[in-house]
């Protein structure tokens, strides 16, 4: 269809007279979020965390659906998502509302409360949940001394009783709630969780501790990990969650060795660092290990370069670089023994296979 001259002004008038922040929404956020999803809610009486773990089939879980706040509660506002749920739900705990009175109060206010799903949960325990009549697939909640579980559009109830489980099965455990979390939540998820399939996934988990020195941040998170987008986004919120915590496993631990260790070693040796006055050879006993000794010459270097010396927060011992093997080769160069060390090395970094 031909659009007329006045047509296509009224277009532009109407446009740029649009709100400002319409344009800026997200198109799936006009009428408001929405998170159908699954998540656990929990709190650990031992040592007084608080936290949310969740995941879903759309992006960006962790923007909308957990709250929690250090020494109150734990808040999980879900499907047709009403954030300001999180805000007020644990303004009403710290004020010393019961979970439940609070719920039942902010609901009665709310117009679409048949199309939210929340669950809350105390400190202390004391818990309340929400699940509307809106969604048209499985919905349900279920609570624990420690927890609230809740999803929609799920494969069962057995997602839940799954999450559920496994949560029951850690109390008292040596581990961190946001480790906790993560493990139950997974366990619904390998049970089918959320049922719609082929759309963009996310997961989350936040956690506040209010014991002193657990966190640097005034609000006491310690934990906040949001995968907004992933194939497989538990997994992925394993991972990340296991190479910050540095919890052995997430990284393979294995014996420094290899043919460019020999090399870093014959030229640490021709600038007079490694054993000098001796001839390498790749033959020799530890000719690719990375000893202490080798460490301990790396080191040398690096603070004659003035690259600074190894320290707590700083650069790790024996750290070789880029930068370092560019200072290298450009000693051996000063001290003109670059071109011998070279030919040297010609044998072992030949490629053999």
Not at 227 to 240: D, G, M, N, S
Not at 315 to 343: C, I, Y
Request: proline share 5%.
């Amino acid at each position: 269809m031909r659009l007329t001259r006045h047509a296509v002004a009224a277009l532009v008038t109407m446009l740029a007279t649009a709100r400002v922040g319409e344009a800026q929404e997200p198109a799936a956020w006009r009428d408001g979020p929405v998170f159908h999803t699954f998540s656990i809610a929990a709190v650990d009486p031992r040592t007084g965390e608080v936290g949310v773990a969740v995941t879903t089939r759309v992006p960006c879980v962790g923007n909308g659906v957990p709250w929690v706040r250090k020494g109150v509660g734990a808040v999980a506002t879900q499907a047709s998502t009403r954030t300001e749920y999180g805000t007020e739900l644990l303004d009403a705990l710290a004020r010393g509302e019961a979970p439940d009175a609070a719920l039942k109060r902010l609901l009665a206010a709310d117009s679409g409360a048949q199309q939210r799903q929340v669950g809350v949960i105390a400190l202390d325990g004391r818990s309340a949940q929400h699940t509307g009549t809106g969604p048209n697939a499985w919905a349900g909640h279920r609570a624990g001394r420690h927890y609230v579980t809740q999803g929609n559009i799920l494969v069962g109830p057995e997602v839940l009783e799954a999450v559920a489980k496994s949560f029951e099965a850690s109390e008292g455990s040596p581990q961190h709630l946001a480790d906790r979390l993560i493990t139950a939540l997974n366990a619904g998820f390998e049970l089918g969780g959320d049922k719609r399939h082929g759309l963009r996934t996310s997961a989350a988990v936040v956690v506040a501790d209010s014991r002193p020195g657990m966190s640097r941040r005034s609000d006491g998170q310690t934990v906040n990990i949001n995968i907004c987008e992933h194939e497989q986004p538990l997994a992925e919120l394993r991972r990340v969650y296991d190479a910050v915590s540095q919890t052995l496993g997430y990284r393979t631990l294995q014996q420094f060795s290899g043919g460019d260790v020999f090399q870093l070693k014959v030229m640490l040796n021709a600038l007079g660092y490694y054993k000098p006055g001796e001839t390498l050879t790749p033959r020799m006993p530890d000719a690719n290990l990375f000893t202490s000794e080798v460490v301990a010459a790396v080191d040398s270097f690096r603070t004659s370069e003035g690259m600074g010396t190894p320290r707590v927060g700083g650069s790790p011992a024996g750290l070789v670089d880029p930068e370092t093997v560019q200072r290298l080769w450009a000693a051996l160069a000063k001290a003109g023994k670059d071109t011998a060390v070279r030919q040297q090395l010609l044998d072992v970094t030949m490629i053999r296979r």
